[in-house]
């Protein structure tokens, strides 16, 4: 007994208008239709959401982990990115 | 988070192993690793451990001892096979709901213990193992799930109970899993949670409208109640005395309390609904400790509990045939579905 398998798909639900689409699980569905009526389904029983994308799983392309000092450890030093990093006399008042 | 999931995805199946008994617990939780020390030997099993410590979440694809990836895998999945097997004790009422508001609810409860067996595949996947595994095993019999659901639903009363103590019970248990170090599971329980306590209280509902009812209605509430509560409390797994070895999973921070501290909490805050029903408890032990101002309990019968995880349950046949029956009916549904997909590609192909 062995179950072929099915594609996977990645779930995204936009719960309000204004927030974004928003990763919330993943289903199996042989299409793009039946992926998007068994993420209806599955994510939205209870009015969760607006809007849902349904992206195939193998079409992301994602950052490894291992690399992860690599890809964001150099933003770390470069604190004058933030606001805070700047001088403001408190005689100015907020800025 | 979304792509360390992908990226374990592509890893390779990790082996099945059937678990021993001692380890069983709601959902198998608990490795009891015999040799904790080997926990942290290594450099990156003392930084994980440092990281669970500090109450960081685990993701998919970050280091983890073999054993954690093992028992995550084996109680996710464990816990997966109990949400879509516990869907047939109260399937058995559907069509018997005594009215419309209650079939409703019934169906809808239903449908829900089907999603929560979707989102914990889903989250099983990202430790490398395939849906179709998983369903396998079950389907094969070689995977567990919670031995309440071997147990028949004789009368309405039983749909109350269920909601009322078996989810209860699993509320119990599913709330620190909420804060579970692995992200995925984690996340999965907080929508679990959200939408497990309607189960709850449609079942209390139903236990409510049964004991203002008729003697006779009163009387199938107080039968279901006696059947339900003794297994109710073996859900959260054999007495923390019973464990031999150190439990690495409390380490880990799968999980949070042990089964006894579970059961107590379930206990002391079940005592009192039952009462508020005006029934009665099945168990002459049943006392209130002033002192602790806990409520202490008889003997649970644990032979009984291991004849029932061993497959001994009054319907652990039936209620596998109805998992493959409905496996095997929904196969050509599975292949025209897989069929049009590819006839769908290949026009998009051509064209």
């Known amino acids: 007994m062995s179950t072929p398998a099915t594609p996977i798909w990645e779930v995204f639900i936009r719960s309000r208008s204004g927030l974004a689409h928003r990763h919330v699980g993943s289903v199996h569905a042989a299409d793009a239709t039946l992926a998007l009526q068994a993420a209806r389904d599955v994510y939205t029983r209870r009015g969760e959401g607006l809007s849902l994308w349904v992206v195939p799983s193998s079409a992301i392309v994602a950052s490894d982990p291992a690399d992860k000092e690599m890809m964001f450890e150099p933003t770390g030093s470069k604190i004058y990115r933030h606001p805070t990093f700047y001088e403001v006399p408190d005689e100015v008042g907020h800025m | ?351």
């Open chain 2, 1 to 351: 988070m979304l792509h360390q999931e992908l990226a374990r995805r592509r890893d390779p199946m990790w082996r099945w192993e059937r678990p021993l008994l001692r380890e069983i617990s709601m959902y198998a939780q608990g490795l009891n690793q015999s040799d904790p020390a080997a926990v942290t030997a290594s450099p990156e099993a003392a930084r994980f451990q440092a990281r669970i410590d500090a109450e960081d979440k685990i993701e998919p694809n970050d280091w983890m001892p073999e054993a954690y990836r093992r028992t995550l895998i084996r109680q996710i999945s464990q816990h997966a096979h109990s949400e879509i097997i516990g869907m047939l004790p109260e399937g058995n009422w559907i069509t018997r709901a005594p009215s419309l508001r209650r079939k409703a609810a019934l169906l809808a409860k239903v449908q829900d213990e089907g999603g929560h067996g979707l989102y914990l595949y889903a989250a099983a996947e990202t430790l490398g193992v395939t849906r179709e595994d998983l369903v396998d095993q079950l389907l094969a019999g070689k995977a567990k799930y919670s031995s309440i659901f071997n147990y028949p639903t004789l009368t309405w009363a039983d749909i109350g109970a269920i909601g009322w103590l078996v989810d209860g019970a699993a509320i119990m248990n599913q709330i620190p899993l909420c804060r579970c170090s692995f992200g995925p599971y984690a996340r999965a329980m907080i929508r679990v949670c959200k939408e497990e306590s309607f189960h709850q209280r449609q079942g209390y509902e139903i236990m409510l409208t049964l004991c203002r009812g008729t003697a006779e209605q009163k009387a199938m509430a107080q039968d279901a109640l006696d059947r339900w509560w003794w297994p109710c409390l073996m859900m959260f797994g054999p007495p923390d005395a019973a464990s031999q070895h150190s439990d690495t999973s409390m380490m880990w921070k799968i999980k949070r309390f042990t089964n006894d501290g579970l059961r107590q909490k379930f206990i002391d805050a079940t005592v009192p609904q039952g009462h508020y029903l005006g029934l009665s408890f099945p168990d002459p032990a049943l006392r209130l400790n002033p002192e602790s101002g806990h409520w202490e309990h008889g003997p649970i019968d644990w032979e009984e509990f291991r004849r029932v995880v061993a497959g001994g349950g009054f319907c652990a046949a039936d209620r596998l045939d109805a998992r493959r029956r409905a496996h095997d009916e929904g196969t050509w549904v599975r292949e025209a579905a897989a069929a049009f997909a590819a006839k769908r590609t290949a026009r998009k192909e051509a064209a």
